[in-house]
């Protein structure tokens, strides 16, 4: 008894495809019932060995193609995970050394992308192009962290306000995403810092200066010529300028 409708391809046909894989991609084809390869569409005939090739000859080509593809979802969950990292006020050092770990891996997939081993979509040779590098301008500018300035700007600025007028703060207190542990005056009191971690001895400050502050340059560097500011807080390893005299800051 046999069921038409759910054989797809005739068994000669199957047989014809044993140890074959696509000559353009290196899919394996063994067992397929369609006409075009699944993963990048190139016609072959079953029947016709000219069409496809002996799966041996290909399985370094495939071992690349498997490994960019890897790479390539690597990177969209590193990114997803970097600017969350960064939005939630994450340690800029961490950011500078995983740009630094993260290089060999992202030359390694923008060689893959360039060699002619597979046929890519525009859009995701494109995408495999530009996540690395938008991973990498979270790294060394740290930018998802200016966006989550600007939403919590206005009530921050209000915070900050009337901790200057003499309010004393205690206990955590919470600003939309952002938690901080304790906020407080310092450096000649007449700057408000608020702490996004750490404990008694250090961690994040987010620091709003007095009007008219002058930032002076500091003569340590920090990775990729970002400035550093020695006058926003008390021993401070970096500094981020988020502008108009708030700054974020990491004291050990
Ligand atoms: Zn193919």
Redesign the pocket.
Known sequence: MTHPDHIEAPPSNLEALHGRC?I??G?FLEGLGSNA?P????PFNPDDPRTTRNITTNRYRRWLIGTCRIFYYASWLALLLIFVYSALWGDWLILFLLAIASAPFILLQFILLALPLQ?ISWRRRFAGFLVPLVFLSICVTNWPVVLSFKLHRAALTKIADRVANGEVITGPTTVGILRFRQIRMARGRDRVGFQLNGGAGGGVFLVRTPSGFVPELSDQQLPFGSPHFRNIWDNTNWTQDLGDGWFLVEQD
Do not use: F, I, V
Request: with cysteine.
């Open positions: 696509c353009d991609c899919h390869c993963e990048c569409g190139r046929r």
